[in-house]
């Protein structure tokens, strides 16, 4: 590393709240797929900020939106009407099919917002005893950081030393159905679950779960609420991963790729009456359905559809997929992903994840570790063929290596 690189590094731990634990690159510049250091290094971004850059770094459309409504207006507050509100409201519905669409910045706002929401429809229209909503949730399950989404996370390191926590939440496993079932009572008003767990290394359910889980949903009057702030917008290589299994959520969240990385936008969509049961004062976000942002995510929306990046993911995660699975290596205890959400776990004797991250980042490769022994993979939708070739290579030559 360069003195000037030491620098930038040590300035942030000296100044900076020590909560996340970056691998050692400073970024200052992304085109598409790639990213360059301070130093002028280019790097095959693997990450794309958790899914929110699923567009490409920069997209050129994307920002002449943003620069062109930043000139115009960028925020009013919800206290009066904006040009771009009720467009986005059009776009967002006619593309996902939503009959209500709630504006946040957030993808934790949204997450809240729907915790709100669906408790509320409990108590007004299903009739449960006021103060005695119950949301079953999943062991693993990564939601956001606020305080009344880490009360029900599993993972010490998310809710250690954080509480007291909201009551009102049961867990069970992912991708087990019958753990459904027994868990639904007569005060359950929700089932709060993410399509494929991201931050839990990319864990993909059974198949058939999510028609069960959409059936048992139904019969018990409860709202299933599908958290599709990584997995949505193409990512899996279908505009909602919901698809892949033929279902329809009752609630919807979205975030992330909503702006394409210049802003944040997330949403919660809703395809029954749930989000009815708010009125004014009830709920809202002074910058939540800003005009700035509204124009953005639908510049962001457009080009994602325009430029047939959800057909890309399909097609690119496929073979980026079964390039890993070919990769002979003993470290690898096993490949997994959908569309291009993939993930490499290692054998716990192989070393930690971490090491194989610094290492490829060596090989202009960068990406991340997650709970030790998984490197998530993540690229932006756009990448090419020959890029996934050239990625594949490097990380073959990374994986067969011993970090023990």
């Known amino acids: 590393m360069s003195s000037s690189v030491i620098d930038f590094i040590a300035t942030e731990a000296r100044f900076g709240a020590h909560n996340y634990a970056p691998i050692g690159v400073v970024l200052s510049r992304g085109e598409g797929v790639w990213v360059w250091d301070t130093e002028g290094n280019r790097y095959l971004d693997c990450l794309s900020a958790y899914s929110a850059v699923s567009q ?53 706002e949204a997450v809240e917002s729907a915790i709100k929401s669906v408790r509320k429809w409990g108590y007004e229209v299903k009739g449960v005893p006021d103060g005695q909503a119950e949301i079953i949730v999943c062991a693993n399950n990564f939601h956001g950081r606020t305080l009344g989404i880490v009360g029900f996370s599993t993972d010490p390191e998310t809710h250690g030393h954080f509480g007291p926590f909201a009551p009102g939440f049961k867990i069970i496993p992912f991708g087990d159905a019958a753990a459904l079932e027994q868990a639904i009572t007569p005060n359950t008003v929700a089932f709060l679950v993410e399509p494929i767990q991201g931050e839990a290394g990319v864990v993909i359910p059974p198949a058939g779960y999510f028609p069960k889980v959409r059936e048992l949903c139904t019969a018990n009057n409860l709202m299933l609420v599908l958290d599709e702030i990584q997995t949505g917008l193409g990512r899996t290589g279908k505009l909602l991963a919901e698809q892949h299994e033929g279902i329809e959520a009752d609630v919807t969240l979205l975030g992330k790729a909503l702006s394409g990385g210049f802003y944040p936008v997330s949403a919660v969509l809703s395809n029954n009456d749930v989000l009815g049961t708010l009125k004014p004062g009830q709920h809202g976000s002074t910058f939540g359905g800003n005009p700035l942002a509204c124009a953005i995510a639908r510049a962001a929306m457009r080009v994602l559809v325009e430029e047939g990046m959800i057909e890309n993911a399909a097609r690119q995660g496929a073979r980026f997929l079964e390039g890993l699975k070919d990769i002979r290596a003993n470290t690898i205890r096993e490949v997994r992903g ?33 709970h030790e022994h998984t490197i998530r993979i993540a690229p932006p939708l756009v990448i090419t063929s020959d890029q996934v070739d050239w990625a594949l290579e490097r990380f073959a030559t990374i994986l067969t290596q011993d970090f023990s």
């Open 56 to 108: 490409g770094h920069c997209h050129p459309k994307i920002l002449a939106a943003m620069v062109e409504q930043a000139h115009r207006l960028t925020l009013t507050s919800r206290a009066f009407h904006n040009d771009q509100l009720a467009l986005f409201y059009e776009e967002i519905a006619a593309l996902t099919g939503s009959h209500k669409v709630l504006p946040m910045n957030s993808g934790a």
């Open 338 to 370: 959908r569309g291009l959400m993939l993930a490499v776990e290692l054998h716990p004797e192989a070393g930690r994840a971490r090491h194989y991250c610094e290492a490829l980042q060596g090989k202009g490769i960068l990406a991340k570790d997650t």
